[in-house]
């Protein structure tokens, strides 16, 4: 018995199964969803979100967003969410190289200076969860 998960973005619907747990990266510390878990609404933060289904886990790098928690159905809604596997290392290391760029060069507005940290803390995440999926492969917890 599992729990449906959906993670939606704005631009499309990017994960939808039933799977065993759900690690999610809450903006107060990690949050794990087992089937039948009270319901709650809560805000997320940046981090990597965790999939345990059939004893594999499967990771997305997720930026910001609210899941939806009900006994059998957990929804994240968020700003982005890259699946692991998915993530090219490359582009997300040319993003953070971009990112360090603009900041050494002095952003001196609040919008542009908060645009350029965001984008290195988005790329530095793509990078964790991608080297890591890399390193670990699909695996079974242990």
Known sequence: MGIQLEIVTPERLAYSETVDI??????????????????????????????????????????????????????????????????DLERAQEARREAERALETGYHEGADLAAARASLQQALLRIRVAERRRREGTRRPG
């Open 22 to 87: 759900v690690m999610l990266p809450g903006s107060e510390g990690e949050l794990g969803v087992l089937p039948h878990h009270t319901p709650l609404v809560s805000m997320l933060g940046v981090g990597e979100l965790r999939i345990r289904k059939d004893g594999l886990e499967e990771s997305f790098a997720i930026v910001g967003g609210f899941v939806q928690v009900l006994p059998d159905k957990v929804v994240v809604m968020a700003e982005t969410a890259d699946l692991a596997s998915e993530i």
